[in-house]
């Protein structure tokens, strides 16, 4: 029986929810999910967790929202903004 590897599990469970919130106005990139609004935009990031193991995968998943009218550069950061940036 074939096992799979966490690193592709993670990968397929990103690739999924990307698929299925696509439709609602969501982009990928990498691990990142993201909307964008006129002055601001919502995250989704996934975080592989150092503590995964062949036998378990785990992973957090970070939200936050980022206000381009309080970002340092303004607006126009907001389609490179990370969790890290978010209000």
Known sequence: MT???PSEVFGQVVKTVAERLHPLGFSRRGTTLRIMGPL???LIEF?????????KLLFTMNL?????DLLE??????PKAKVTDAH
């Open 3 to 5: 096992s799979t590897v």
């Open 40 to 42: 601001s935009c919502g």
């Open 47 to 55: 975080q592989r967790s150092t503590k995964s193991s062949q036998e």
């Open 64 to 68: 936050g929202i980022v206000c381009g």
């Open 73 to 78: 550069l303004g607006p126009a950061a907001l």
